[in-house]
């Protein structure tokens, strides 16, 4: 292992040592008879403890692991006993990053995922546009131009089979959105309006908006889209929470999908007072509003059963596929563009410093080598000589340097990556980046190389949000289209047992919460996932085949497959 094996990832080693050692002691009770309330058994138990073997038996009591062994010298007394049948068990699934409530609300709207053709596009906005009362919108789609061909939409195409509904649907990416003509008309964008430093207005060779708005620019689109009521936010809540328990995630990191989301938190709040939760959920607030978090938790706290705050969402830049993202370089394929911030680097650090003198948790979103260079070195201004302490995190790190990966790592500022990003982007990345800067794109192996701590979540609904096809992407890198059965950037592929640890262990560190979660040790939650096959034993190309069979939190069964 490198040199620069972080500090950190030596404190999450000797702590998984100290819960084997722990473990041992406590799974043989004086009177080798041990009460539980449910007995697992006869199955390969990954415990994600370092150097440790798989466990075949695993016991549960008040919502606690309460024993994790081979069964040798104890005898359970059990209320519930599971035949695993040979199946695997693992620490529940933690995803580092998600948009929760959109990804909820998306899964009733219209699908633009895999249009792969103009027409498809305009039809499936047409129709799902004459199912929609008066006054509502059309949103979410999460549309991918690169699958007709590179040419961006417009407000014309789609004009005419939506009158008067107002449209705005997302590029996948959440950095670029189409508006058409009502949507446009009622946020009051038209050829004499000007874009914002941190946005662009796509323009026809009119001058007249073409209807794709670009990061900052969609703001004026977002302001009058009418706000969710308790009602909707509720049943968003509810559909994202059934789909994210059927795919084995016990826990999610909520991120602010822009600057302007202040309200998830207490919109979250209501959601849990109402008995809504069935899974964690850590809420990020937007950085902007760092004072009003600090204040909320002098009188409140950091949580409230399984909701957490505590923690900070901030942007850099945009993103790669709606070529926002920042970089030193132009794009080689947009000579005259290299990205832009969307935070200026002397007010993103300000923002910085006052967050963590408060003591709140920074979560940054970074992708293009230059705005990961600045977000480093605020990060290193910022935390000194205690840097590894503060546990900073990057979002996405997408397109580092390596002298980026490997000053992270010696700092133990953390990686949190969403891998099927990798094999979505190696479609399409190297026409905006070219091959020399794709070397280090995704680079997960080269993170883990240098010591760095590689953190993993989906991002949805930009991408799917399954553990399962997440640590697919990550083993193969083969991407979407079929095109590199191979592997987009191969060099940078991870093993199955590195992507299980990037979904449990190290995001329980980087939650704070590794003393209660991430590994299956006695005295921790009994968050657990059972699946149809062992990923470390199924060939690469079948890993997102299996099925997520049985997700548990708190020792309750919250999903079982049918």
């Not at 999460?142 to 407000?155: C, F, I, M, S, V």
């Not at 969710?228 to 789909?243: G, S």
């Not at 000053?407 to 980046?433: C, N, T, V």
Request: charged share 20%; aromatic share 8%.
């Amino acid at each position: 292992m490198s040199r620069f094996l972080t500090l950190a990832l030596l404190f999450v080693l000797v702590a998984c040592e100290q819960g084997q050692q722990t473990s041992s002691s406590i799974n043989k009770p004086n009177n080798d008879v041990l009460p539980v309330d449910t007995l697992y058994h006869n199955g390969t138990i990954w415990t994600g403890l370092s150097g440790a073997g798989d466990a075949q038996m695993l016991a549960t009591k008040a919502g606690k692991i309460v024993y994790v062994g081979d069964g040798s010298g104890v005898q359970f007394k059990a209320t519930r006993s599971v035949d695993l049948k040979g199946q695997f068990m693992s620490p529940g699934f933690i995803d580092n990053h998600v948009h929760f409530i959109d990804g909820g609300a998306g899964l009733a709207s219209v699908d633009l995922r895999d249009a792969n053709t103009r027409e498809e596009f305009v039809r499936r906005i047409g129709d799902y546009s004459q199912t929609l009362p008066e006054g509502r919108w059309v949103l979410y789609g999460n549309w991918d131009h690169e699958l007709w061909g590179g040419e961006l939409p417009t407000r014309h195409w789609i004009d005419a089979v939506t009158g008067d509904t107002p449209v705005f649907v997302m590029r996948l990416d959440w950095h670029m959105g189409l508006a058409n003509s009502a949507a446009l008309k009622l946020a009051g964008i038209d050829k004499n309006s000007t874009a914002p430093a941190d946005g662009e207005i796509v323009r026809d060779a009119e001058g007249e908006p073409s209807g794709v708005l670009k990061d900052g620019a969609m703001n004026a689109v977002l302001d009058v889209i009418p706000a969710r009521t308790d009602d909707e936010f509720l049943a968003a809540f509810v559909a994202a929470q059934n789909h994210a328990l059927s795919l084995g995630v016990v826990q999610v990191h909520a991120m602010p999908a822009n600057p302007k989301e202040r309200t998830l938190l207490p919109a979250l709040q209501k959601v849990q007072a109402a008995g809504a939760f069935k899974m964690r959920v850590y809420a990020m607030s937007p950085i902007e509003y760092w004072e009003e978090l600090a204040a909320k938790i002098a009188t409140e706290g950091t949580h409230k059963g399984k909701l957490r705050w505590g923690g900070v969402k901030g942007f850099v830049d945009g993103a790669l596929g709606s070529s926002t993202a920042w970089f030193y370089d132009p794009y080689d394929d947009q000579p005259s563009n290299s990205g832009f911030p969307l935070t200026q680097p002397e007010r993103l650090r300000a923002l910085i410093t006052a967050a963590d003198d408060a003591g709140l948790k920074l979560n940054i979103h970074a992708i293009g080598d230059r705005a990961i260079d600045e977000l480093i070195t605020a990060f290193r201004e910022t935390g000194g000589h205690a840097t590894l302490a503060h546990r900073f995190r990057i979002e996405h790190f997408q397109h580092p340097s390596e002298q980026a990966i490997a000053l992270a790592a010696r700092s133990g500022i953390i990686a949190a990556m969403q891998p099927y990003h990798a094999i979505d982007d190696g479609r399409w990345a190297e026409k905006r980046i070219g091959e020399a800067r794709s070397k280090t794109t995704y680079a997960f192996r080269s993170i883990l190389d240098s010591g760095g701590l590689l953190s993993f979540g989906s991002d949805w609904p930009v991408a799917p949000l399954s553990p399962i096809e997440g640590i697919y992407a990550a083993v193969t890198r083969q991407t979407t289209d079929g095109a590199k059965p191979a592997g987009w950037q191969p060099q940078q592929k991870i093993t199955v047992t590195e992507a299980l640890r990037a979904y449990t262990s190290v995001n329980a560190y980087a939650g704070f919460e590794e003393n209660q979660a991430g590994t299956l040790e006695v005295g921790k939650r009994a968050d657990l996932v059972i699946l149809s096959d062992d990923p470390r034993k199924v060939a690469p190309d079948a890993i997102r085949t299996i099925e997520v069979v049985t997700t548990i939190v708190d020792g309750d069964v919250v999903y079982e497959h049918e």
